[in-house]
């Protein structure tokens, strides 16, 4: 068994003073923790026919990448603005000081797909809600959200369950 909160590093006061922020690029470099990991987020959906695996730009690419191929799914990219070349529906979301939009592709889903949203941690949620607005835009059936990481104390997660999505951690930090 891994010990995923010992393979994530911790950086105090990143980006703001007060800010502890979880470094998962170290879990990623260890080829034996990066695949346990791919593992126990997909264990829960392996019997669920999931069609497609929803990644948030960019972390969430490298984590949805390898969990589609586990499944045997598909892989959709969920983008910063800019960054898909055919036509998109656009989600916004507020940031501490100011906002930001996920893109999807808009024949990224069918009616009816069994989608699975993944990133890398979840904290005030407003990404991950993005991301489950455009694939209801889509008329996507979201089996579940997945992250490495919840930050519980800023909500994330609660919003997402409030919106009807079941979601799925390997590791809790309390705190910022």
Known sequence: MIDYKSKIRTIPDYPAKGIMFRDVTTLMSDSEALAAAIEDLCRPFERMNVSKVAGIDARGFILGGAMAVRLGAGFLPLRKPGKLPYETWSESYALEYGSDALHMHTDGVEEGEQVLLVDDLIATGGTAEAGVKLLRKGKADIVAAAFLIDL???????TLRELGVEVMSLV?????
């Open 152 to 158: 519980p104390d800023l909500g994330g997660a609660r």
């Open 172 to 176: 809790t930090f309390t705190g910022h």
